[in-house]
């Protein structure tokens, strides 16, 4: 079965450091999507980044990075120059070749940016 | 131009009830799926639905019950409401079904409270 943790509920960075949000998953599939999506307090999801188990570099979207390393089973979100917009719960997901129907989620970790 | 429109926005109603609430995408997309929102912010798939057919019915109790007129529209009746549905039920769809790469769109989510 295809599972998703996160182990930070909750992270806190001071405004234009970088922080990292960690992500592992577990499944037995070659290949399979990994995606973070941002919940404000307003409760929308939004799409941030995708990796690809095959993609050969790490994706890159404006401030966001997601540091992927397949053989730990890793796939953990690196934002840049934090902002205080970017307060918010941030969730790892995973969507399989057998499950390509559903993407999986994580627990969430809530990032709160100080001034 | 909202690309997944979900109504109503907040819904507050009586054990025991029945109620319904309605998605529609705008974005061509062939999959569309209902997510459940604990109180612990956790995001479970419910149901899958790809061009009007039902996918995914993940042990749902059958007094949910997910109807698609069209592959635009995805809406969610409730049977007998009991405390324990009170959650944030988000709408959400994507494109390409059978593909890894491709990201869900999510509704502003329904905060659905049962008293």
């Known amino acids: 079965a295809q599972k998703i943790t996160q182990t930070q509920p909750g992270m806190f960075v001071q405004e234009k450091e970088a922080v990292t949000l960690d992500c592992t998953y577990d499944t037995s599939d070659p290949s399979y999507g990994l995606f973070w999506y941002k919940q404000p307090s307003s409760g929308e999801m939004i799409f941030l980044i995708y990796q690809g188990s095959y993609d050969q570099q790490n994706a890159t979207e404006g401030r966001y990075s997601l540091n992927f390393q397949k053989a730990r089973k890793s796939a953990n979100l690196v934002i840049s120059a934090s902002q205080l917009g970017d307060s918010a719960m941030y969730f790892c997901a995973m969507r399989g070749p057998y499950n390509t129907d559903k993407l999986i989620f994580g627990t969430g970790t809530r990032l709160q940016v100080f001034p | 131009d909202t690309a997944v429109s979900q109504t109503p926005k907040y819904l507050v109603t009586q054990m025991g009830n029945d109620k319904s609430i309605k998605c529609e995408q705008n974005?061509?997309?062939?999959?569309m799926y209902w997510y459940k929102q604990d109180s612990k912010k956790f995001l479970k798939i419910m149901f899958s639905y790809n061009n009007k057919e039902l996918i995914i019915n993940e042990t749902v109790p059958n007094r949910f019950s997910p109807k698609s007129p069209d592959k635009a529209h995805l809406n969610l009746h409730i049977n007998s409401l009991e405390l324990g549905d009170s959650a944030v039920y988000f709408c959400?769809?994507?494109?390409?079904?059978?593909?890894?790469?491709?990201?869900?769109?999510f509704g502003q989510g329904t905060r659905l409270t049962v008293v």
């Open positions: 974005l061509g997309h062939d999959t």
């Open positions: 959400a769809s994507s494109h390409n079904r059978g593909s890894m790469n491709t990201e869900a769109f």
